[in-house]
């Protein structure tokens, strides 16, 4: 070992000063060591919490039917896949899988196809950068344009995407707020580029709040372009049968991509896309993230497979039933003075208190009284929006959320007089 060479000394020097930046600005990440399964009520470094930072909506990551589909799946096919997808690890439950994810957005995207993601950041990474490579897609037509629209709120995923994409295709970035659509129609009309895609989350994660798929579809029709929706978050939650966004809009269209995840309300691991089939079978050739990885353990798509039947089935509309009778409650019945709780019909229902050194504080003050909410900080968040995001889950109870306004609406009390 050379111990004179300077390199990895100098590194850990500078490693060290910016691990210090990040403590002094209250920005320093840490882990959590969770002790039992993820649930309503979890054990941390010892200790028991009552939790509201969960994605798993619907309570599917613990049920003991989707655990017994893992069960089985992992007796008969073993754990690892052993390969990548193209290799030998595409298995019977990874096709199965597929298919019955495409029947999911079937009457929302003709001629539906869907190719399945280790993971939603994967996902975001795989379908942008194939979708941007389209405009070189033979070797003899000229690299054109590809004009990309994003939400400014989208998901760090799409903005790696499309960051990823830009360094392979020439890409012309617009970021649009969902507020000011107008601005991103004017933006459309003057366009000239052959290749346009409109992305954006179909629940802002940080936020909660649906974004205006329908009206984004109109002007992806209207000037011609792709729209792709991440909807990690209202996969399983929104629509009667909880195919998501779509489905709670109503829409329908050749033009889409749908990206939905299945870490989330499905309660497993992984992500998917569904598109026209044509594009699929060229973001299945094209997307790195796709064909350079071991293929996920067999055992998690017969698990998620178990958790799309009871989000389908009169469970999981029992599920979102309570989910958004607890939604209703919290909006209604949480009175703040100063924090400002978001408008959210999801069960994303974010507390912005500003500050990020209170924020934490706040956080802290909750593990205290045993209550885990994390405390979401820039540059997750635009600066001076530091947030407690509370996730609300079909597990929580009545008065779970009543005990939760009430410590809220006390401690708000506390701090500002303090
Ligand atoms: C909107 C959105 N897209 C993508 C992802 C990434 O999904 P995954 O956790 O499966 O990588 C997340 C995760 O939080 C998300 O909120």
């Known amino acids: 070992m050379n111990s004179t060479n300077q390199l990895p000394f100098l590194a850990i020097q500078e490693a060290e000063k910016g691990l210090l930046n990040l403590k002094k600005q209250g920005l320093s990440r840490a882990h959590k060591v969770a002790q039992s399964a993820c649930d309503t009520t979890q054990m941390f470094n010892g200790q028991r919490y009552k939790t509201f930072c969960s994605n798993d909506y619907l309570g599917l990551a613990n049920h003991p039917e989707v655990i017994q589909a893992a069960q089985e799946a992992l007796s008969r096919y073993g754990v690892g896949s052993g390969a990548s997808h193209l290799i030998s690890g595409h298995q019977e439950p990874h096709e199965k899988l597929a298919h019955r994810l495409a029947d999911f957005q079937r009457a929302h995207i003709p001629h539906v196809q869907t190719l399945n993601f280790s993971s939603g950041y994967m996902a975001n990474l795989g379908v942008i950068t194939a979708i941007c490579s389209l405009s070189n897609s033979t070797q003899a037509s000229p690299k054109e344009l590809t004009s990309i629209y994003s939400a400014r709120l989208n998901h760090a995923s799409i903005v790696d995407g499309i960051r990823l994409a830009s360094k392979e295709s020439t890409v012309k970035l617009t970021i649009f707020e969902v507020e000011e659509l107008q601005a991103l129609e004017n933006a459309l009309q003057s366009d000239t580029s052959k290749h346009k895609l409109i992305v954006c989350d179909g629940v802002f994660s940080m936020d909660g709040n649906l974004s205006p798929v329908d009206r984004l579809l109109d002007l992806a029709v209207r000037y011609d372009s792709l729209l792709l929706i991440d909807d990690a978050h209202g996969f399983g939650v929104l629509g009667d049968q909880g195919h998501g966004i779509l489905e709670h809009m109503k829409l329908c269209s050749e033009r889409l991509l749908y990206i939905g995840t299945l870490g989330k309300a499905a309660g497993v691991m992984g992500a998917f896309v569904c598109a026209h089939q044509t594009l699929i079978d060229w973001v299945f050739q094209k997307s790195r993230p796709y064909i350079y990885t071991t293929a996920s353990p067999p055992s998690l798509a017969m698990a998620t497979l178990k958790s799309l039947d009871i989000i389908e089935g009169p469970e999981g509309q029992q599920k979102r039933a309570h989910l958004h009778e607890l939604i209703l409650y919290w909006q209604t019945h949480l009175q703040l003075q100063h924090w400002h709780a978001l408008q959210s019909s999801t069960p994303i229902q974010p507390l912005v208190v500003g500050h ?63």
């Open 356 to 418: 990020t050194p209170l924020c934490v504080l706040i956080d802290q003050e909750l593990q205290a009284l045993g209550i885990l909410i994390p405390a979401i900080r820039p540059p997750t968040v635009p600066k001076g929006s530091a947030r407690l995001r509370v996730t609300l889950s079909a597990k929580h109870s009545l008065q779970d959320i009543q005990a939760l306004i009430e410590v809220v609406m006390r401690l708000e009390a506390k701090f500002i007089s303090s």
